[in-house]
Structure formats: structure tokens, C-alpha cells
């Protein structure tokens, strides 16, 4: 009799676990489809990649369309600044003097920037002087300048971004010029992300995989400090730490981030939307996304879904 209550025993527990690792796809495929369904019959295109840290997404939607990546470019000219620190062929405590005109990636013309289209006056108030580098990483990515971003493209180069970004092996990401580049726009040089290129960006980020564990922590402390939180962080409950980076233009609602759940465990949500005729509306249905994402992740088991892209 031992023996046989030993065989039902075995078989219980592998019927057991058999559940539980079936459970994650259909939990997947549970958020997947309440997304779908919340974009469904939405004006505009949504494309959303949600996954928990180093396992494959539980959202992919519409995650290979290239989308007009706004200012979550500025993420990969931190990267290329980072990895410039790391070798020493920049330091944090380098200054620029503060400028704005720029040449163009084509041709022999040059621009300005507008400043009522940016978002960070204080530094136009600093034309004429000198400002660190560090301190242009900051406003690029926590206030989204974009006369930073443009000095610091112009001190890196196009060229050893593009280079840096093919060494960390990132895909589904386009990074083609300075803001407001128009001649180069014309000649079709853009940037582009897709929804999985920066949410596979962003878990390198958070594995400590993008430069170095240490440089990723501390590009992961200035995304964290992001002032611009309309469309991930209403999703959370307040306090919910989020480390993201946020981009607009017409018709244009980005959000990229890592998230915090009180377990100690991270997911990575990246939303990004083109032809929005309504964008409050718009921004309305990503915080409803990031509602779902988090409800979802912050109740599932911790074992996740499998390890991949």
C-alpha cells in the first residue's frame, strides 16, 4: 500500500506543477488580450511591450511597428555618454558652453532650435556659458531639453552612438539625427523605436547590462527622477517608484520605464502611440494600460514567465 500512495503522491505533485507552469502563458495571454481590448476601437495606433525583469514579454502588442520615437531618443545619447565616461574620453565634469546652432547631418546648412517648443527654459537663460556635461545629462532626460540633448549629440557624434548601440546588440531602435534636424528628417534620417527595441533597452538597463552594473544604476537614478509622469505613474498607486522616460509630439504619447513592485520585483512597461487626433484622450488609455500592467504583475507569482526576448 506504501508503494501505491507514493505513485499517487508523485502524480499529484506533478499534476501540480504542472498548473502552475501552465499558468503563466494564460495569465499572459490574459493581460495581453484586457490590453488589446482596451485599445480596441481607440482612434490612433498603440503599441505596448510589458514583461518583469529578464523574462519574455506578457504584452508584444504591435511591439515590431517602428513608431516616431520623440524624446525617448535622448535615452540612447545617455547611453553613448556613459560609455564615453567609462573610457575616459569624457567626463562628467566637462563643460560646454552653451550654444544654440547647429549643422545639420546633411548638407552644408545649419539651425536653431525653437524654444517654445522645448521644455526646459532655464538653460536657454544660460547661452554664452559654460555648463557640465552631467548636468546636461540631467535636464536631457529629467526635463527633456532639448537644446541639452542637441549639445550633447554634437559633443559625441552620431556616429559613436550608432557605434555603441550596435555594440550592446540593440535592435528595433533608429537613432538618426539631432532634434529639429529637418533637412535630415527630409532625407528620411529618423528616429524610430519600436515598442520591444526599448523595452528589450530597458532590461538590459535594469540587469545592469547597458555600460556596466554601475553606470546602469546610475543612468536608472536620473530616469527616476523624470518630472514629466502623465502616463505611466497615474497607472501605479502613488509613491510607486518608476525609473522612465517620456517623449511627445503631435499626435505622439511615449512612455518607456521600469516599475517597482513593494515585492522588490521590476517589470518593464513601454507604451508608444502615432496619429493621436485627441492626445489627453490618448494619455487617458495609457494610463488605463498601466493600471492593468501593474494590477497584473503585482499579483502574479514570482516565478514569472520564461527567460527570453
Avoid at 165 to 189: C, P, S, T
Avoid at 220 to 240: K, S, V
Avoid at 265 to 279: G, Q, W
Wanted: with cysteine.
Amino acid at each position: 500500500m506504501s508503494g501505491i500512495f507514493a505513485m499517487l503522491r508523485r502524480g499529484v505533485m506533478t499534476a501540480t506543477v504542472g498548473l502552475v507552469c501552465a499558468a503563466a502563458p494564460v495569465q499572459a495571454a490574459t493581460l495581453a488580450q484586457d490590453v488589446a481590448k482596451t485599445v480596441s476601437g481607440q482612434p490612433g495606433s498603440f503599441a505596448v511591450y510589458a514583461a518583469m525583469s529578464g523574462q519574455r514579454p506578457q504584452v508584444c502588442l504591435n511591439c515590431t511597428d517602428y513608431i516616431n520615437a520623440a524624446s525617448t531618443m535622448k535615452l540612447f545619447v545617455m547611453d553613448a555618454a556613459y560609455d564615453m565616461f567609462t573610457r575616459g574620453t569624457l567626463q562628467p565634469q566637462e563643460t560646454i558652453v552653451v550654444h544654440n546652432r547647429f549643422h545639420s547631418l546633411v548638407g552644408t546648412r545649419s539651425f536653431s532650435l525653437e524654444q517654445k517648443e522645448d521644455s526646459y527654459d532655464p538653460l536657454y537663460a544660460q547661452i554664452g556659458r559654460p555648463v557640465t556635461v552631467s548636468e546636461l545629462v540631467r535636464v536631457m532626460i529629467q526635463y527633456s531639453s532639448n537644446l541639452a540633448t542637441n549639445l550633447m549629440v554634437e559633443r559625441i557624434g552620431v556616429p559613436y552612438i550608432h557605434a555603441v548601440m550596435h555594440a550592446q546588440h540593440l535592435k528595433g531602435v533608429r537613432f538618426g539625427r539631432m532634434i529639429e534636424d529637418y533637412d535630415a528628417n527630409d532625407k528620411g534620417i529618423r528616429n524610430e523605436m519600436t515598442a520591444k527595441g526599448l523595452g528589450m533597452f530597458m532590461q538590459k538597463l535594469d540587469q545592469g547590462k547597458i555600460v556596466g552594473p554601475a553606470q546602469s544604476a546610475a543612468m536608472i537614478d536620473i530616469l527616476r527622477g523624470q518630472t514629466f509622469n502623465d502616463m505611466i505613474p497615474p497607472g501605479l498607486p502613488p509613491g510607486t517608484p518608476v525609473a522612465h522616460k517620456t517623449g511627445w509630439v503631435d499626435g505622439v504619447r511615449n512612455d518607456a520605464g521600469i516599475v517597482f513592485l513593494p515585492d522588490g520585483r521590476h517589470y518593464i512597461l513601454v507604451m508608444l502611440t502615432k496619429s493621436l487626433p485627441d492626445e489627453a484622450a490618448g494619455i487617458r488609455v495609457l494610463n488605463g494600460i498601466s493600471r492593468q500592467v501593474y494590477g497584473h504583475f503585482v499579483a502574479s507569482p514570482a516565478m514569472g514567465a520564461p527567460k527570453g526576448g
